[in-house]
């Protein structure tokens, strides 16, 4: 029996996972690639090296993708299509105003029909559709700590399977 993500219970809005490693990071992201879907807006926080493309990595690889995942920092963006998906990865360090996001013509990126996963959102400012997932990476003695927090009832809806998968 499967069951809905809807369910008469309170729905978790905020998700905290320990990351040991590398390898656990990409397995999570892996863990976490089933319950994603197109139309998602991911937001990444963290320090420079604190795992948001080791995660992204393995959220990709989660989905099928087998080939090589680089940064986008250089580029802004690296496009991966996934079957009829198409899967985002923004990264916006670089960016010196949030005006240069408009510039770029990214706008059109977020969409229905793809995941858009935003490293450094800060740096466009306001001008970033909301995010449906927040994710906040920090740096502890033994590993990573990711702090997950839904900003819309689909980002919730993640969260709730994350914390209670379904049955295979």
Known sequence: MQRSCHTDSVIALNYTRYLADESA???FGAEIA???????????????????TTLTRGILHGLGYEHVVKSPTYNLVEIYKISRLYFY???????????????????DYF??????????????????????????FSMIETGRKIDIHAGSE??????????NPIPT
Not at 34 to 52: D, E, F, M, P, R
Not at 155 to 160: I, P
């Open 25 to 27: 990071t990409l397995a």
């Open 34 to 52: 089933s319950t994603l879907h197109a139309g998602l807006t991911i937001y990444l926080y963290g320090n420079l090296g604190t795992g948001k």
């Open 89 to 107: 990865h923004f990264d916006f360090y670089r960016f010196n105003n949030p005006i240069e996001w408009e510039e770029a013509g990214f706008r």
């Open 111 to 136: 969409n229905t029909n793809s995941i858009c996963l935003v490293e450094w959102p800060e740096k466009a400012g306001k001008l970033l559709p909301a995010a449906d997932l927040k994710v906040n």
């Open 154 to 163: 689909v980002g919730k809806r993640c969260l709730m399977q994350w914390q």
